[in-house]
């Protein structure tokens, strides 16, 4: 199995590099997903809308490993993981397409792993969001609204004139 970007499949510094590969992973996507084939070389993923991203949350859920599969289950709900799904979209400007990464980081780190290990902890009364700026990607402050920094900014030195 390989994953990649579609920069690796597509971009000049993936694999059209070495044109074999190319064509061994080459596979024309027709215009509706629903079609794709699973035997392809390439399989496509779609973007993750709300319910996808539920969804996921709560399979994360189902295979985190616990001592008491109960209490994870009973403090944390599919509401509870609903809710959770759309405060941390919300923050991003309601961009669900970039919401995984800080959702199951803070789903897995905040949520489950608290719950494990405290008890007491019930996350529908002590658990509040909060994401800063320094761990989200650009594209996430971005969509957040927050003002970029210096260390944002690309800086082409090539491009300088420098003689």
């Known amino acids: 199995m390989v ?14 590099r070495l044109p074999p590969l190319e064509q061994r992973l080459h596979v024309d996507f027709g215009p ?11 399989i496509r993923l779609l973007p993750f809308d709300e319910a996808r991203l539920v969804e996921v949350g ?5 295979l985190y ?15 509870l993981i609903a809710a959770l799904a759309r405060k941390v979209a919300g923050k991003l400007g309601g961009k669900v397409g970039i919401a ?31 994401l800063a700026a320094n761990e989200m990607s650009a594209d996430e402050r ?10 944002d900014i690309a800086l082409d030195l090539d491009a300088a004139g420098t003689e």
């Open 142 to 151: 971005a969509a957040a609204g927050i003002e970029r920094s210096a260390d």
């Open 65 to 79: 490993p616990t001592t008491s599969p109960d209490g994870i289950a009973g403090r944390v709900s599919d509401a």
């Open 32 to 42: 509706d997903p629903r079609f794709d084939s699973s035997r392809a070389v390439q």
């Open 100 to 130: 995984p990464r800080l959702f199951l980081k803070k789903l897995v780190g905040d949520v489950l792993d608290r719950v494990e290990e405290h008890p007491d902890f019930d996350p529908a009364v002590h658990y509040e969001l909060q």
């Open 58 to 62: 709560r399979r994360i859920r189902d």
């Open 3 to 16: 994953t990649g970007t579609p920069a690796f499949f597509e971009g000049p510094q993936g694999a059209r």
